[in-house]
């Protein structure tokens, strides 16, 4: 039996069963919610290590949830969502949650999301080599995890950060759309590209001064990004 505890908060029974399933098949250990009341309840009674969050609840907004569930705890949050508009996406990720995931969603990639999820909590649980990246304004401490600008602390979701670190270690060079997904989310799904899109666009907003002539991360139409020295 997988360790590993999967909160599912899903109002659709069809859907939660289908989730529910789907875990179950791959011995995850799994609890369900059908109202934010409900997931708050679970959540402070089981402690579940990732929850999987549909924003549309019938008792409170997911993206309300979100932050209100940050205010005590870090646990890994995908947002499992119709809302496809990119705003809605930024919104819950600046809320806190970790990842998103549209609906409708194959299970192959929900999967992906949860392995990926499993494998930066393990990460996160061993040591880095002390090293500090200076760019700019931009510094990051990798031992740290934690990245500055102009000396303040950013607050960066995981993927930011991940992304951010992949820029920085691979300063001057172009890492392709196919790279990034991989490296993020360990495969390329037509969805990861969109999802890529609105990460690049929650990372830019909180380092570039000017978005629409990013000093840090160029977009190189069609092909990826690439962050400069300055
Ligand atoms: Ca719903």
Known sequence: MNKFMVLVVEDDKLIQNLMATTLDIHNYRYLTASSAS???????SHNPDVIFLDLGLPDMDGVDLIRKIRTWSATPIIVISARSEDADKIEALD?????????????DELLARLRVTQRRLAASQGTLPSHIFENGDLKVDFAAGTAYLGGEELSLTPIEYRLLCLFCKNIGKTLTHTYLTDAIWGGTFDSDLASLRVFMASLRKKIEKDTTHPQYIQTRIGVGYRMNRV
């Open 38 to 44: 409900d997931a708050l309840l679970q959540i402070t």
């Open 95 to 107: 809320a806190g949650a970790d990842d998103y995931l549209t609906k409708p969603f194959s299970v």
